[in-house]
């Protein structure tokens, strides 16, 4: 079964950083998509980037381009979210989530989810 697990969340301050992971059991991360998601309280769940099967491709949400970036390293079959020049509104739960093949802001094409890790930007 597949299961994803999420690390790297914590307390920052505003313009700091945090580098989340993703660690994928069972499935080779080259027939997958690995998407990044966060919802913050009381809003709704928000697609942040997602790499792709190719992994040619790489997508970011508007609001965090240019600050985050998202890699893999097949060998350790894990998914990283570099995170710079945090705000307070990138405050959220973050998840990781795959599917087969390619990416999609719709996190109901997900199959397979992490548990989630919290990130907080606060002075």
């Known amino acids: 079964q597949v299961q994803l697990v999420e690390s790297g969340g914590g307390l920052v301050q505003p313009g700091g950083s945090l580098r989340l992971s993703c660690l994928a059991s069972?499935?080779?991360?080259?027939?997958?998509?690995i998407g990044w998601f966060r919802q913050a309280p009381g809003k709704e769940r928000e697609g942040v980037s997602c790499f792709s099967r190719s992994a040619g491709s790489v997508y970011y949400v508007d609001s965090v381009k240019d600050r985050f970036t998202i890699s893999r390293d097949n060998a350790k079959n894990t998914v990283y979210l570099q995170m710079n020049n945090l705000k307070p509104d990138d405050t959220a739960v973050y998840y990781c989530a795959t599917r087969r093949w390619h990416c999609s802001w719709d996190g109901n094409a997900y199959d397979y989810w992490g548990q989630g890790t919290q990130v907080t930007v606060s002075s």
């Open positions: 069972v499935l080779t991360l080259n027939d997958y998509a």
